[in-house]
């Protein structure tokens, strides 16, 4: 089906505002799983024991994402470079308040990496290629048994931001043929070079 939605980019526009917690889903807005470090998976860290480590995108830069609001309307939004920035330097102030699904506040787990992709600079993580320069990461410690478990078995993927922001209407409408719920990688990867071409 062909649904032309609007897009809206995501700002902080005032300081009440910014990101509340980090949750660990099973499906990630970003539409990018986190790597799992264990012991037998991990080669780029030292390693002693298990690490419990997982990496993966929070914020994606200048990549479209579908939402529905509990109003059933559809648009999108997007993340740019200098929000994603203002985000995660308001965020590395009270980094470790994690929660799964968006409702379960849970234990154990802590930040222990933060950045922001620039390949120019070098920083660019293995694994991570496709996805866009200004665009940011973390890894956490998995001390919480349960939640490591619920890593391992596929039950949760990757990282999603919980937070206050503001909506500014961009002008621009998407048109795009839907699958079922949303549409899928490849199609949004085509969308995304023309939106930026």
């Not at 690490?51 to 914020?59: E, F, K, S, T």
């Not at 699904?101 to 933060?114: A, C, P, R």
């Not at 391992?152 to 961009?170: A, M, R, V, Y």
């Amino acid at each position: 089906m062909l649904k032309t939605l609007p897009l809206f980019k995501i700002t902080i526009a005032n300081d009440e505002e910014g990101i509340d917690k980090m949750s660990l889903v099973s499906a990630p807005a970003v539409e990018s799983d986190f790597l799992k470090f264990s012991k037998q998976e991990q080669i780029r860290l030292s390693v002693d024991d298990e690490q419990h480590i997982v990496l993966g995108v929070a914020l994606r830069c200048d990549y479209p994402i579908y939402r529905i609001s509990p109003s059933g309307q559809e648009y999108y939004v997007m993340f740019d470079a200098d929000t994603i920035r203002k985000i995660y330097e308001k965020f590395m102030k009270n980094p470790n308040k994690v929660n799964l699904e968006h409702s379960v506040d849970t234990e154990g787990v802590y930040l222990i990496q933060s950045f922001i992709k620039n390949s120019e600079a070098g920083i660019n993580p293995v694994g991570f290629e496709d996805i866009e320069n200004g665009s940011w990461f973390t890894a956490y410690k998995v001390d919480n048994t349960d939640v490591w478990n619920k890593i391992k078995s596929g039950e949760l993927n990757g990282f999603s931001i919980e937070g206050l922001f503001t909506l500014i209407d961009t002008d621009i409408d998407i048109e795009q043929e839907f699958n079922s719920d949303h549409c899928d990688k490849d199609e949004m990867e085509s969308l995304i070079d023309e939106l930026l071409s």
